[in-house]
């Protein structure tokens, strides 16, 4: 299953960088610049910046573990970009 969602930010890279980095010091996680995934153990999510903003993707086996992986993103970008309060609507793209 799929989920995405998009921040308009202007600050999508710096976010993206800040994910990455506190996520890999406990799982796989590859970073670029303007693009990084994360590995967690019940899904993953694909993330890229540019100057709109951050497009998040996230994708599970089912719909427990997908609304856990939305969850956990959701939850740790707020707190990185809690200056800038996001309201992240995520959207199923996949069953």
């Given at each position: 299953m799929n989920?995405?969602?998009?921040?308009?930010?202007?600050?999508?890279?710096?976010?993206?960088?800040?994910l990455c980095k506190h996520f890999g010091h406990k799982v796989p996680?590859?970073?670029q610049p303007?693009?990084?995934?994360?590995?967690?153990?019940f899904g993953h999510c694909e993330l890229r910046a540019?100057?709109?903003g951050l497009q998040m993707s996230v994708e599970a086996p089912?719909?427990?573990q997908l609304d856990k992986m939305t969850?956990?993103?959701?939850?740790?970008?707020?707190r990185f970009a809690f200056r800038e309060n996001p309201q992240l609507e995520w959207q199923?793209?996949?069953a």
């Open positions: 989920a995405s969602t998009f921040f308009n930010t202007p600050n999508a890279e710096r976010y993206l960088g800040t996680v590859t970073h303007g693009s990084g995934r994360i590995e967690l153990p540019d100057e709109s089912d719909q427990p969850g956990v993103i959701t939850s740790h970008l707020e199923v793209t996949g």
